[in-house]
């Protein structure tokens, strides 16, 4: 059986960094072809430093790896995408910092998924533009992750009797991972209410694409419903709260106030 090359080359957007030693930087990628992974940038930390300025935060980057024991080592990397504006404004910054907790949450190391790297991708550069709502974009964000990691919730029919939900307000279970129609729900405590506009709304971003989404106009209310209703079913399935998400809330709390 051969052995694998001892060096690879990779696309990869930068999840997390944390200093190491007194000039390196253990980093967190996700990447198309090998899931995510933990690597080593050496000497980065240094004004002079080969790759400094090619491994920030939230940034994608054209990386050569090699191989190690415990850990592969960046030998090389080239910014090919920065995602500038999430790094000038803390808004941008807190639900950039939301999407990629949620992805590391839903995920284990090495497991390839290349269309959620794709997503992340996408998801990074509507967060750069300044015409998109950034809450439009986590509502998309959630659901479109949660599909391509086998927890798509059911929307369209009763997951407790199977059958098609009728056009008014209903409930929603985490724990079934769907709507449940009044009578199912009835007597369950742990089950949420849902609004017909709301459901409609989920329905929508669930079964459109971004470029169709983005144009969407909703009240603060249906924002308010919906993001009560995903958040709950997030924890639920992670059993935590994310707290990116508490970052979010005191960002928005100290923008009104």
Avoid at 77 to 86: G, H, N, Q, R, W
Wanted: aromatic share 8%; proline share 5%.
């Amino acid at each position: 059986m051969p052995r694998p090359e001892r060096s690879f080359r990779t696309e990869a957007i930068i999840l997390r960094r944390q200093d190491l030693g007194e000039a390196d930087r253990l980093l967190t990628l996700y990447t198309p072809e090998f899931g995510k992974l933990s690597v080593v940038a050496k000497g980065v930390r240094k004004p002079t430093g080969r790759n400094t300025g090619h491994v920030e935060l939230f940034a994608r980057s054209s990386m050569l790896l090699a191989r190690g024991r415990e850990l592969h080592v960046v030998n090389q990397a080239d910014m090919t995408e920065s995602f500038l504006p999430i790094r000038e404004d803390l808004a941008r910054a807190a639900y950039a910092s939301y999407l990629i907790e949620l992805l590391d949450r839903f995920t284990e190391p090495d497991e390839q998924n290349t269309p959620l790297y794709h997503l992340l991708n996408d998801a990074l550069g509507w967060l750069t533009d300044p015409d998109h709502d950034l809450r439009l974009v986590a509502r998309y964000y959630e659901l479109s992750l949660l599909r391509l990691v086998g927890y798509q919730p059911d929307l369209f029919q009763c997951v407790a009797g199977l059958e098609p939900v009728e056009p008014n307000d209903q409930f929603f279970s985490a724990a079934e991972g769907g709507i449940i129609c009044a009578e199912h729900a009835e007597g369950n405590p742990h089950v949420l209410s849902i609004s017909l506009n709301a459901l409609k709304t989920l329905r929508y971003l669930q079964t459109r694409d971004f470029s169709v989404i983005r144009v969407l106009k909703l009240s603060d209310g249906c924002h308010i419903e919906i993001e009560r209703i995903l958040q709950h079913y997030i924890a639920y399935l992670l059993e935590r709260r994310l707290k990116s998400v508490e970052f979010i809330h005191h960002v928005q709390h100290q923008a009104l106030g």
